[in-house]
């Protein structure tokens, strides 16, 4: 599965697209003007996915990624 598969799966299972779990991110503060939050690690945004959207490992460290700065 390519990374924008992993992507668009995200969209189709929580209606949300990386932008807008992004802002979801930053209000949670695990995010800070655009990159993850000093302290913040893997575990907890991945974590986080889980269990308020469902995600699975996969999809969860695919958002992750795309929040380090992976876009292809």
Do not use: C
Not at 42 to 69: C, N, Q, S, V
């Amino acid at each position: 599965m390519s990374f924008q598969a992993y992507l668009d799966t995200v969209r189709t299972k929580t209606g949300k697209t990386p932008e807008d779990l992004s802002a979801s991110a930053s209000d949670r503060g695990l995010l800070v003007d655009g990159q993850i939050a000093d302290g913040v690690r893997a575990t907890e945004i991945t974590d986080w996915l889980k269990a308020e959207y469902g995600l699975g490992h996969g999809h969860a460290m695919a958002i992750y990624a795309w929040f380090k700065g992976k876009r292809a």
